[in-house]
């Protein structure tokens, strides 16, 4: 077997773009962002960081052919579409939209203090379909030195929110000093991580709160925690 590849990005070459009541920071090419060696990983095509002001956010626009996962780290976002869905999705839990045919919403920081959030986009197995939105908690306490699914599309995740895809997206509070195995279904597999809080250590890569590895090339991630440490990772084909 090959030895594993692994990539940190770290936070401050990522790219960014501060429009004063949005300040984003994206691990792949996105908007007026480009880097032709980070168009995608796998069908993971986007992992934007987003820091958004108290009272401001996305207005009403449109999307298609896309699983958008969005992983609340701080604060809470309020999601309405024109498919009648409306939520607020709050710090730790996850919000799913299957854009299908299309999809327009709304995404707004309607909180007191900043919101933070990662945004994950998925490229779907199929073009199409209806579009659907769903939100739920996931009490950090059941992550709780584990990976837990939090949107998959994959058989037996039955708890987890449904994205078509065949992709996880997956999250694990790790205790300083712990360790956590996540098992990989094939070595051709493409791993993104990124720690939410804390500071980890995958094989001989350290990453800090905010950075991202990009992992390939191996069955088995065995991530340490240097702190106690929020991680979320995305498992894609």
């Given at each position: 077997m090959t030895n594993p590849i692994i990539e940190l990005r770290p936070f401050?070459?990522?790219?960014?773009?501060?429009?004063?009541?949005?300040?984003?920071?994206?691990h792949f090419s996105f908007g007026g962002y480009h880097d032709p060696a980070r168009v995608n990983w796998g069908s993971l095509r986007v992992w934007n960081d987003d820091t958004i002001l108290p009272g401001q956010g996305f207005p009403t626009h449109p999307h298609s052919d896309?699983?958008?996962?969005?992983?609340?780290?701080?604060?809470?976002?309020?999601?309405?579409?024109n498919q009648g869905n409306e939520g607020r999705t709050e710090s730790g839990d996850v919000q799913v939209m299957s854009a299908g045919t299309g999809i327009e919403h709304s995404e707004y920081?309607?909180?007191?203090?900043?919101?933070?959030?990662?945004?994950?986009?998925?490229?779907?197995?199929?073009?199409?379909?209806?579009?659907?939105?769903g939100a739920r908690p996931?009490?950090?306490?059941?992550?709780?030195?584990?990976?837990?699914?939090?949107?998959?599309?994959?058989?037996?995740?039955?708890?987890?929110?449904p994205i078509r895809s065949n992709a996880r997206?997956?999250?694990?509070?790790?205790?300083?000093g712990e360790s956590v195995t996540y098992d990989v279904a094939d070595a051709s597999r493409h791993l993104y991580l990124v720690p939410a809080q804390g500071r980890i250590q995958v094989e001989h890569v350290e990453a800090k709160a905010r950075d991202g590895v990009a992992i390939t090339g191996t069955q088995t991630v065995t991530v340490t925690a240097l702190e106690d440490?929020?991680?979320?990772l995305v498992d894609a084909a």
């Open positions: 401050e070459g990522l790219g960014s773009a501060n429009h004063g009541w949005l300040d984003a920071h994206h896309m699983e958008i996962v969005t992983y609340v780290r701080k604060g809470a976002i309020t999601h309405r579409d920081n309607l909180e007191d203090n900043d919101t933070q959030i990662f945004q994950i986009w998925i490229v779907p197995d199929e073009r199409g379909g209806e579009p659907s939105w996931f009490p950090k306490n059941d992550r709780a030195g584990t990976f837990v699914p939090l949107a998959s599309g994959t058989a037996n995740d039955n708890d987890a929110l997206v997956l999250g694990a509070t790790i205790k300083a440490s929020e991680v979320v």
